[in-house]
């Protein structure tokens, strides 16, 4: 499997999860539906491009970094389109891609060439 | 005219000195002794450089040529071999500048150092398994660490010595199992005072007195310690559930941590909203 397929399918199940976790605010019960569906698709972007970076760059410490980064970027776009529930949205989603960042740098087949960044 | 014991002792030490005519070699000094032969530091008047000469009973001029048939990083290269005019066989061989591995911990050296050694040393062990030679007297004696760290087993095949007491199996068989057993001695001689279990049970898996209870060869021990190094499981060692998990945490900190992370998050985000 590689970094690319691993960021997709790791992204999906944490972004997931990540929102499923909307389910103990029960103002956000009735659109669980959206929220999973939308949180999905961010973890699927978030761990896309955490693979693909991950293929280029073999440093976990770096792929965290970028995941960490790439999540929070993409939550806070998800908070933004509605106005509010910033910091839940951006904390959770900041560390999610942290954990996507370095999943695919541990997991999944490396390039025939890449660099180490020490 | 009385000679005293001093003079009879030095007379008697020049007249074993090997007969060098006819070779190439110019001897210096006496460097080691063992069962089966003596060792000189000799000068190469041919190549302009030192070589160690082991000096031979002719009956053991097969060892000579059995050695240089090994060609490995770790198995001492000889440059030469046989038979002086005094019939004694002789091999030369690369003179190693460095300790031997009962003085090499002396200088306090770190578990991934000690395990280099012992990995080095049992790859020349599974070598020369593969070619049919068995070393017969692995000891801390005849392993040697050179001044850029490299490995070196010497005083292959030696089938009278059959083995140091404390590195020698129990059973009489002479062969890869009883060499196994010797290598697990060499572990367990070069382990620090509280060594981690799992190194103790390979160590101790080597060196079961039931040959076939060992590992099958030196590869299989290798590999073990290789899987320790790498913190996984060992073949050797049924290690208890909590150990298991602090390996496994061991291993996977950073995920941990990332994941315990998430959760306070959520806790903290959580309990911000209750109040």
Same mark, same amino acid.
Request: overall charge neutral; charged content about 20%.
């Given at each position: 499997?590689?970094?690319?397929?691993?960021?997709?399918?790791?992204?999906?199940?944490?972004?997931?999860?990540?929102?499923?976790?909307?389910?103990?605010? =029960?103002?956000?019960?009735? +659109?669980?539906?959206?929220?999973?569906?939308?949180?999905?698709?961010?973890?699927?972007?978030?761990?896309? *491009? *955490?693979?693909w970076f991950a293929r280029k760059v073999e440093s976990t410490k770096w792929g965290v970094v970028v995941g960490a980064v790439l999540g929070l970027v993409f939550a806070y776009l998800v908070a933004a389109m509605q106005h509010?529930?910033?910091?839940?949205?951006?904390?959770?989603?900041?560390?999610?891609? @942290?954990?996507?960042?370095?999943?695919?740098? $541990?997991?999944? /087949?490396?390039?025939?060439?890449?660099?180490?960044?020490? | 005219?009385?000679? *005293?014991? *001093?003079?009879?002792?030095?007379?008697?030490?020049?007249? /074993?000195? !090997?007969?060098?005519?006819?070779?190439?070699?110019?001897?210096?000094?006496?460097?080691?002794?063992?069962?089966?032969?003596?060792?000189?530091?000799?000068?190469?008047?041919?190549?302009? %450089?030192?070589? /160690?000469?082991?000096? +031979?009973?002719?009956?053991?001029?097969?060892?000579? &040529?059995?050695?240089?048939?090994?060609?490995?990083? @770790?198995?001492?290269?000889?440059?030469?071999?046989?038979?002086?005019?005094?019939?004694?066989?002789?091999?030369?061989?690369?003179?190693?500048?460095?300790?031997?591995?009962?003085?090499?911990?002396?200088?306090? =050296?770190?578990?991934?150092?000690?395990? &280099?050694?012992?990995?080095?040393?049992?790859? $020349?062990?599974?070598? #020369?398994?593969?070619?049919?030679?068995?070393? %017969?007297?692995?000891? =801390?004696?005849?392993?040697?660490?050179?001044?850029?760290?490299?490995?070196?087993?010497?005083?292959?095949?030696?089938?009278?010595?059959?083995?140091?007491?404390?590195?020698?199996? !129990?059973? $009489?068989?002479?062969?890869?199992?009883?060499?196994?057993?010797?290598?697990?001695?060499?572990l367990r001689f070069m382990l620090p005072a509280s060594p981690p279990p799992a190194l103790r049970a390979i160590a101790a898996k080597a060196m079961n007195p039931d040959p076939a209870a060992r590992y099958a060869d030196a590869?299989?021990?290798?590999?073990?310690?290789?899987?320790?190094?790498?913190?996984?499981?060992?073949?050797?060692?049924?290690? =208890?559930?909590?150990?298991?998990?602090?390996?496994? $945490?061991?291993?996977? #900190?950073?995920?941990?941590?990332?994941?315990? #992370?998430? /959760?306070?998050?959520?806790?903290? +985000?959580?309990?911000?909203?209750?109040?």
């Open positions: 499997m590689n970094k690319i397929v691993v960021g997709l399918v790791f992204g999906l199940i944490l972004g997931a999860i990540d929102g499923a976790t909307a389910w103990f605010y =029960p103002e956000a019960r009735s +659109l669980m539906g959206g929220i999973l569906v939308g949180s999905s698709i961010k973890g699927m972007i978030v761990g896309l *491009s *955490s693979g509010e529930h910033y910091l839940e949205i951006m904390l959770p989603g900041f560390v999610t891609g @942290a954990i996507i960042g370095f999943l695919t740098q $541990a997991v999944g /087949a490396k390039p025939a060439t890449s660099s180490a960044a020490r | 005219m009385d000679l *005293s014991d *001093s003079v009879l002792d030095h007379l008697r030490h020049v007249a /074993a000195l !090997p007969d060098l005519s006819g070779t190439r070699y110019e001897m210096e000094s006496e460097i080691g002794r063992g069962g089966m032969g003596v060792v000189y530091a000799a000068r190469d008047l041919q190549l302009d %450089r030192r070589v /160690a000469l082991k000096v +031979l009973d002719a009956a053991l001029a097969d060892e000579a &040529r059995l050695i240089a048939r090994l060609e490995h990083p @770790a198995i001492v290269p000889v440059y030469e071999t046989g038979i002086l005019p005094d019939g004694r066989a002789f091999y030369a061989m690369k003179l190693v500048s460095g300790v031997r591995l009962d003085h090499y911990l002396d200088g306090a =050296p770190s578990l991934a150092e000690r395990l &280099r050694v012992i990995r080095r040393a049992g790859e $020349a062990l599974a070598f #020369a398994h593969t070619r049919g030679v068995i070393h %017969r007297d692995l000891k =801390p004696q005849n392993v040697m660490v050179g001044e850029f760290g490299e490995v070196y087993v010497m005083d292959w095949g030696v089938e009278a010595v059959a083995g140091t007491p404390a590195f020698r199996a !129990p059973d $009489a068989r002479l062969d890869q199992r009883s060499d196994i057993y010797a290598l697990g001695a060499l590869t299989a021990l290798l590999a073990d310690i290789e899987r320790f190094q790498e913190g996984q499981a060992v073949d050797a060692w049924a290690e =208890p559930l909590w150990h298991r998990l602090r390996r496994f $945490a061991s291993r996977n #900190a950073v995920l941990l941590w990332l994941l315990a #992370a998430y /959760a306070g998050v959520k806790l903290l +985000l959580f309990f911000l909203r209750l109040f």
